[in-house]
């Protein structure tokens, strides 16, 4: 399905500014937490001027700030706008020279700013919402070596880390407790600065996350002390290759198979594991880790980090828990009137024929239940080489005459189709078919639908048409939830348009859809 926010500029500057206010931040007092994250990277970068800052609209405002005198910039300032549009750590070396800021007001004026370096604040949906930036008063030809621009890309993703555990802890009502942790952790780091090489290890281990570092060919030589203390393991007895051992066994090939396949392609790795917990059990941990280059845009090392993820397994689990036993409930009421009438069937031979066609009906219906049904990931069946034509028909089996005639034709343009798509789909024609038992085409006996699919370039539009029930006249002085169910299923899930016209001949329904939403799994794949 196609997100019109892709291509709108405009829709994608309400979903930033959106996303930015879901985090309160905007216009509250100093932070510790965020002052000591941009003091350690004006003091890593040997700058005297340093800032977070959040682009709001056209003002630059300053969450935290040093050597600069007032909160904000209006209009927003073009060297964070230009840096939140770059990938990585923007660099001006000397901004009196560069064309894009030569007659910038900063540059020109009493402020005098000649080095700028900032790296984007970029939130999980991949949206710019600031830079963490710091500035020089003196050009300085030579930038940024390879750990300083490696600290403003960890501290950049560390104040991100800062506004989501802010937002989430504000809901949790724990904010007092992490917020405690993360300046204690910020005034450590602050006070183990000594050295560039101790720079490193000092942030890592500020961080809540277990971190870790390898070299390009994959043997990791770091980790920071959050791991050690997670997993329990003697310090530098999972260096090399030997972290693997410390994965759940049935979890192992997979993290190994993908960590292969990000040394081989340079694409990020992520992945979830079950990992070894100092307590002896296995704790799921989300693994996540990004290639530094350089400028040759050759790997010279991997940094990643490993959050532990085991609460909100537990609440995936917990929810498919309660999905498959409402399911597993559900499949047994069905299987009980199957039985029924099974049952009846041989107690009266002459309602033989009438009990076949009905648990033909059940089950096809019990079918159509494991796609509209909330599924996990695990529990979800799988639609790999199904046709959106062929799920229909199954669908629709329960409405066939006695001789086994599709009582619902369908034709056209057939369709791929994965299981994404299976929900919004069986919901939309399933409260179809039931209306047209009710009171439409179905609930007569000569009544047909006419169901065509056709597909016009980019779109692929659905068209209902019922014919042979009773008259329709006009339409219903009121819509139902069954109305905005069909509104849910197309319009909110499946990103198109749904028309309804009812005709005196029978109701008319129009589904309008972009082509990928009947397969968005494989649009993704071609997408990547």
């Not at 510790?32 to 056209?58: E, H, K, N, T, Y």
């Not at 060919?217 to 310090?235: I, L, Q």
């Not at 056209?412 to 024609?429: E, I, S």
């Not at 309804?500 to 109701?507: D, I, K, N, P, Y």
Request: a negative charge; hydrophobic letters at 40%.
């Amino acid at each position: 399905m196609t997100n019109p926010a892709e291509s709108d500029p405009e829709a994608i500057e309400a979903e930033r500014l959106r996303v930015l206010r879901s985090f309160d931040i905007l216009d509250t007092d100093p932070e510790q937490a965020f002052d000591d994250v941009m003091l350690l990277a004006a003091r890593i970068c040997d700058a005297p001027i340093g800032m977070v800052s959040l682009a709001v609209g056209d003002r630059q405002w300053f969450k935290a700030r040093d050597g600069v005198g007032v909160p904000e910039i209006g209009p927003a300032s073009s060297f964070s706008r230009y840096a939140m549009r770059q990938p990585g750590v923007t660099l001006v070396r000397d901004a009196s020279l560069d064309p894009l800021f030569a007659d910038h007001p900063l540059v020109t004026g009493q402020s005098g700013f000649r080095f700028y370096a900032g790296a984007p604040l970029i939130d999980d949906q991949g949206l710019a919402l600031g830079v963490l930036c710091v500035i020089d008063t003196r050009p300085r030809p030579q930038g940024l070596d390879e750990t300083q621009l490696m600290t403003m890309n960890v501290l950049a993703r560390q104040v991100m880390a800062l506004l989501e555990r802010r937002r989430a802890l504000r809901e949790r009502r724990r904010s007092d407790e992490a917020a405690t942790a993360a300046v204690e952790a910020a005034r450590l780091v602050t006070e183990k600065l000594a050295e560039s090489d101790a720079r490193f290890q000092a942030i890592a281990d500020s961080m809540p996350q277990m971190v870790w570092s390898s070299r390009p060919d994959g043997h990791h030589d770091y980790y920071n002390a959050r791991w050690y203390a997670f997993t329990g393991a003697a310090e530098g007895s999972t260096l090399g290759d030997a972290w693997g051992e410390m994965i759940h066994p049935e979890d192992q090939e997979r993290a190994r198979t993908a960590w292969r396949a990000s040394l081989s392609t340079g694409e990020p790795y992520e992945v979830e594991y079950r990992l070894l917990h100092h307590t002896g059990s296995y704790a799921w941990t989300l693994s996540r880790a990004m290639p530094i280059r350089n400028a040759d845009g050759a790997v010279t090392r991997w940094f990643g980090t490993g959050t532990d993820i085991a609460e909100m397994k537990r609440l995936e689990q917990a929810k498919a828990l309660l999905s498959q036993e409402l399911s597993h409930r559900i499949k047994n009421i069905f299987a009980v009137i199957s039985a029924l009438l099974a049952l009846s069937a041989r107690q009266y031979p002459e309602a033989t024929a009438f009990a076949r066609a009905a648990r033909t009906r059940i089950a096809a219906l019990a079918r159509a239940h494991e796609f509209v049904r909330p599924h996990s990931e695990s529990s979800r069946p799988s639609l790999d080489g199904t046709t959106l034509h062929a799920f229909l028909r199954d669908l629709f089996l329960a409405y066939d005459d006695e001789a086994g005639n599709p009582r619902v034709v369908i034709s056209g343009d057939n369709a791929d189709f994965d299981d994404q798509a299976a929900t919004p789909v069986a919901l939309l024609f399933h409260e179809l078919a039931t209306n047209a038992a009710k009171y439409g085409a179905l609930s007569a006996p000569e009544g047909r639908v006419d169901l065509t699919t056709t597909q016009h370039g980019d779109r692929y539009v659905m068209t209902w048409r019922e014919r042979g029930g009773p008259p329709v006249t006009g339409t219903p002085d009121r819509s139902g939830f069954g109305s905005s169910l069909l509104a849910l299923s197309v319009e909110g899930q499946l990103g198109g348009v749904l028309e309804q016209t009812w005709a005196s001949e029978g109701l008319k329904v129009v589904a309008d859809i972009p082509a990928t939403a009947l397969a968005p799994r494989r649009a993704a794949r071609e997408l990547a």
